[in-house]
C-alpha cells in the first residue's frame, strides 16, 4: 500500500491545522490507519488511530485537541488538530496496516512538517 500525506505547515498556537492521507493498494492493507509524529531528538510516538469500523484511540497529549477520521470509499484518512501547542511541533506520519496493533510496522507515508510557534 501507497500513502501520501498533505496538510502540514506553520500554525500560531491555538492554531488548527489539518492533516490529510491518501492510500492506494488493496483494502485489507489498511483496516486500521494513524498517525505518528517525531519530533527532534524524541522517540516517534502514535498521535491516533483508527480501526476499519471507526473505533479510535489517541495519545493522551492530544486527546480532546485532534480528531482523527477516516473516508473508507475514498481511502482517506484526516487528521484535525485544534488548539496547537508549541510541543505538537513534528514530522507527522500516516501509517496502515491490517490491524492497529500493526500499525507501527506496517506502511508509512512519507512525513509532513507541522511546525507551532508565534
Known amino acids: 500500500v501507497q500513502l501520501q500525506a498533505s496538510g502540514g505547515g506553520l500554525a500560531q498556537p491555538g492554531g488548527s491545522l489539518r492533516l490529510s492521507c491518501a492510500a492506494s493498494?488493496?483494502?485489507?492493507?489498511?483496516?486500521?490507519m494513524g498517525w505518528y509524529r517525531q519530533a527532534p531528538g524524541k522517540q516517534r510516538e502514535l498521535v491516533a488511530s483508527?480501526?476499519?469500523?471507526?473505533?479510535?484511540n489517541y495519545a493522551d497529549s492530544v486527546m480532546g485537541r485532534f480528531t482523527i477520521s477516516r473516508d473508507n470509499a475514498n481511502k482517506m484518512v484526516y487528521l484535525q488538530m485544534n488548539s496547537l501547542k508549541p510541543e505538537d511541533t513534528a514530522v507527522y506520519y500516516c501509517?496502515?496496516?491490517?490491524?492497529?496493533?500493526?500499525?507501527?510496522?506496517?506502511?508509512r507515508g512519507q512525513g509532513t512538517q507541522v511546525t507551532v510557534s508565534s
Open positions: 501509517h496502515a496496516g491490517p490491524w492497529i496493533g500493526a500499525l507501527a510496522s506496517g506502511s
Open positions: 493498494g488493496s483494502s485489507i492493507s489498511f483496516n486500521a
Open positions: 483508527i480501526a476499519s469500523g471507526g473505533t479510535t
